[in-house]
């Protein structure tokens, strides 16, 4: 672990209670909670009053380790490190050359999905408290016209307690609006994000869990709505009173014939016992939560990836990951657990073998975690993913470190018997660049569909943190139409080369972009949301987040595919859309034909073509 020497930390706990100082004037809030923290002063001990729920007075830096906090994912925990001088807060970056991104740049032939989405509408933000990202999507299966994603959100922060927000659909996905309540912030005050969004049919209820503060101190808990699009609707309540949670995810079984159906679970990571891996589940349709089971002890500390419903079966699966005491480079493990009878008991059915974490150096604000980038440390990032599961087959994507130079590349692990064994890893981006590919999700449709996707940087060939004039990463998907038995090709799923967000807010650790994303079915459509950074804010690339879908609402976009290829030669896939064909990757060495666009001009054979044809469902 990196030391920093006391009077380095007496210089930046200087500096950084100056700041906080000035944005926080007048913000004295009520004690909540926080009741392991104790002065126990061998190191420089904080005697001045900083906003409570950040930071009691007698909060005592050199404990962070000792608390976990270094290995936490919260907003809170990141907002410590950097008062401690242990993390360095977001700023602008230095200034480019070009002050507007091209929107333009590198477009898509739109293989998967429609148009882009950015949820942050109304775009009312400026300044520095300006970060959305890390998301999770919900939907209305009896009306597929409501969709929730839920997100991270700094608009507040930190003058009142409120880093979480949501934007909501009621036309299908075509639009969204961003959540602002008669306070002029998100209906979720005393929230600290780590967003989880269920809709829970059996009940027609919508509920977000956050870290809460209202919730003994730092818990679990969350605010609900039958009528989510009314920001003054919104109603609170609690999973679990704790004092030190972090990292929680959400699911909620919507399948009449399932034995469970209402149930819901939440999975999190309990600082205050080290880190154990625990679940919660409500059997009365969210009214109460109890059954709280541990699923793994701190040692080794195993963090809670997600949480996923079979959508078919109701047994219900958590995704675990052994970071290997983090860094970089680490190893990873994926874990599983498992319950078959609506979260009563459970079982690690699955611990998989040791590979090489994603990233390309240790994040250098905090050394717990690796980052994606370097020059400066950017997107920090584990491995994690996301699981799905349907008729008792479990798919689970995740990242790994790749060949050589390359930061990482994106994997599935498929089970066929219910999570118990998984065959051999699938890697998803089948691009031969040394570019990173990372954070990737996963949704499970009901007509056996999956849909993978993740971050891609394989169009770009050096990223520059919030400058505007640098493409960066796009992201790109995949399809199983077979439940994971076999993949369509990857193909691009948004529609520009985003350059890399910054990360302008001081009170957000500097290489925060998210932690995950948690994306959702609504029939037979696949709903994904992520961050972007194609909208700029004082000339910088920061942090939105955008919404599409494929398969699903919105009408047209039609894909008419087919696969080309030739004897001997590497299969290659083209696209219609809108009545033109566009190849996705244009062959090296080949120009596009001038009198027909489906076949490269080359000397050899013509290009055969597999038709198949992707039909929006209904
Ligand atoms: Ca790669
Ligand atoms: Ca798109
Ligand atoms: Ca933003």
């Known amino acids: 672990m990196k030391k920093k020497s006391t009077s380095q930390s007496a210089f930046l706990n200087l500096r950084v209670l100056i700041g906080l100082f000035v ?232 399948n009449p014939a399932s034995p469970h159906y209402g149930n819901m679970y939440v999975s999190w990571n309990n600082f205050a016992l080290g880190g154990n891996l625990m679940v919660r589940s409500s059997t009365d349709n969210g009214a109460t939560w109890g059954n709280e089971r541990q699923l793994a002890d701190a040692n080794p500390f195993i963090r809670d990836v997600q949480v996923t419903v079979d959508l078919t079966t109701g047994d219900v699966y958590v995704a675990g990951m052994d970071e290997g005491g983090g860094g970089f480079p680490h190893n990873d493990r994926n874990l599983i657990f498992k319950s078959t009878d609506g979260g009563n008991t459970w079982a690690n059915t699955y611990t998989g073998p040791a590979f090489p974490g994603p990233g390309v150096t240790t994040c250098a604000s905090n050394s717990y975690f690796a980052c994606m980038f370097s020059g400066p440390s950017h997107w920090r990032h584990e491995g994690w993913g996301q699981p799905a599961a349907n008729n008792g087959v479990v798919n689970l994507v995740y990242a790994q470190d790749g060949a050589g130079s390359d930061p990482g590349d994106v994997y599935n692990i498929r089970s066929t018997d219910g999570g118990a064994t998984f065959g051999a890893p699938f890697k998803l981006n089948s691009d031969a660049t040394t570019r990173p590919q990372w954070q990737p999700n996963l949704s499970a449709a009901e007509d056996g569909s999956l849909l993978a996707v993740w971050y891609d940087a394989r169009e770009s060939t050096t990223c520059a943190k919030g400058n505007p004039a640098v493409p960066c990463y796009r992201m790109w998907a995949r399809k199983s139409t077979d439940n994971g038995a076999t993949w369509l090709a990857d193909m691009e799923f948004s529609d520009v080369v985003t350059p890399l967000p910054g990360q302008q807010d001081p009170n957000i650790v500097t290489e925060y972009v998210g932690d995950y994303d948690y994306s959702y079915h609504l029939l037979n459509a696949h709903l994904h949301p992520w961050v972007d950074g194609r909208v700029t804010i004082g000339g910088q690339s920061q942090q939105d987040t955008f919404f599409d879908q494929d398969g699903g609402g919105g009408g047209g976009n039609i894909a008419f595919g087919a696969r080309a290829h030739r004897a001997r030669s590497h299969n290659r896939l083209a696209t219609m859309v809108s009545g033109r064909w566009r190849h996705n990757r244009r062959p090296a060495g080949r120009r596009r034909r001038s009198d027909d666009s489906r076949r490269w001009a080359d000397s050899g054979q013509p290009w055969i073509y597999d038709w198949h044809i992707h039909l929006p469902s209904v």
């Open 23 to 254: 944005v926080l004037a007048g913000v004295f809030l009520a004690l909540v909670g926080f009741g392991a923290f104790s002065a126990q002063a061998q190191k420089p001990t904080i005697t001045q009053s900083i906003n409570p729920l950040l930071l009691p007075p007698g909060f005592d830096c050199a404990q962070i380790r000792a608390l976990g906090i270094d290995k936490q994912e919260n907003l809170r925990s990141g907002a410590i490190m950097i008062f401690c001088g242990e993390a360095q807060g977001g700023t602008p970056s230095p200034a480019v050359a070009f002050s507007k991104f091209v929107q333009n740049l590198l477009p898509s032939p739109l293989a998967f999905g429609a148009a882009d989405v950015d949820l942050i509408n109304p775009q009312t933000d400026a300044g520095t408290h300006i970060t959305q990202s890390e998301t999770m999507a919900a939907a209305n299966p009896d009306n597929p016209d409501q969709i929730v994603v839920a997100y991270n959100d700094s608009r507040s922060f930190p003058n009142f307690n409120n880093i979480s927000g949501a934007s909501v659909s009621t036309d299908g996905g075509t639009t969204f609006m961003r959540l602002t309540a008669a306070t002029g912030r998100s209906p979720f005050d005393n929230t600290f994000g780590d967003p989880v969004v269920m809709y829970n049919r059996a009940s027609g209820m919508w509920f977000t869990v956050w870290l809460d503060v209202a919730c003994g101190g730092f818990g679990l808990g969350g605010y609900k709505s039958a009528t989510p699009w009314d920001a003054n609707s919104w109603s609170h309540f609690c999973v679990h009173n704790g004092s030190s949670d972090d990292r929680e995810s959400g699911a909620v079984d919507n």
